[in-house]
């Protein structure tokens, strides 16, 4: 078996982190029954509510899950401190909401382990792909994104920015050196083209995804901006 860590980005998720960690470790626990193969890293940055407490909490009641705290905000942040530190053979993340269908995890782990894959992204843009409670204005920013990634960037990957992705940790530091580095939102999709310029073996992986609307932080506007100005910087750097 390869051994892995699951990172979930966290911030001011007071309301849902115990249950949600609870239900992932109890998912995994039943399929991955082996001891010290695996961890739930929970990475908070920034959190103001009792998020970081919770958290605390958890790992000290729960063996394999683990707190990492990152003095500044940002998902990539987050991802890019709790997958440095990682001595597990892969790393990922998913969202906290479990808005991908935890079944996935074990395709993911299937490609990466039996397959052979170096990275496997979950795919909301494929046909075989089911979207749940999506709202409208999300669903078009995301085709519009990813139709821009492509024109722009060239990429042939369908889904950039869905909060499930899957890596070998040994591909991880040259993708870092390579470009992915951002430290918001846009690091899941700079992995992905990073990947594809080093011509990695990427898994198309279509998910079941059940958005959960009250729970988002994002604001399109702001982030549409910021997500233009990085794909213009990331462009730079492509080889
Ligand atoms: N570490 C960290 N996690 C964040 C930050 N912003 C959001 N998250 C987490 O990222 C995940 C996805 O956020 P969410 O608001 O559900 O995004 P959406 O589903 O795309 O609307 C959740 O687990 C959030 O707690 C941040 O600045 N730092
Ligand atoms: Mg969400």
């Excluded at 990152?70 to 990922?92: E, F, I, M, N």
């Excluded at 992915?180 to 990947?195: M, Y």
Aim: glycine share 6%; net charge positive; proline share 4%.
């Amino acid at each position: 078996m390869k051994s892995f860590d699951i990172t979930i980005p966290v911030l001011n998720e007071e309301d849902t982190l115990e249950q949600n960690v609870k239900t992932l470790h109890a998912f995994i626990r039943q399929h991955f029954p082996a001891h010290k193969q695996w961890r739930i890293v929970i990475a908070d940055n920034g959190s103001t509510d009792r998020t970081r407490e919770i958290a605390g909490a958890l790992s000290e009641e729960i063996p394999e899950v683990q707190l990492v705290s990152v003095p500044s905000r940002g998902v990539g942040l987050a991802l890019k401190t709790s997958w440095g530190q990682s001595d597990a053979d892969l790393v990922g993340y998913m969202d906290l909401d479990l808005a991908t269908d935890l079944t996935h995890f074990l395709e993911a782990y299937q490609a990466l382990e039996e397959q052979d894959y170096d990275v496997v992204y979950g795919s909301r843009l494929h046909a075989r792909s089911k979207v749940i409670n999506r709202p409208f204005k999300r669903e078009v920013a995301s085709r519009v994104f990813n139709w821009l990634l492509k024109a722009y960037l060239g990429v042939r990957f369908s889904d950039g920015m869905c909060g499930f992705k899957f890596l070998k940790r040994s591909v991880y530091p040259e993708l870092n050196r390579l470009g992915a580095q951002n430290d918001g939102w846009f690091f899941s999709t700079e992995l992905l083209t990073v990947a594809e310029w080093k011509k990695l073996k990427i898994y198309e992986l279509p998910v079941t995804w059940t958005d959960d609307t009250s729970s988002s932080k994002v604001k399109i506007l702001p982030l549409a901006k910021k997500y233009i100005r990085s794909m213009i910087e990331l462009k730079k750097k492509k080889p």
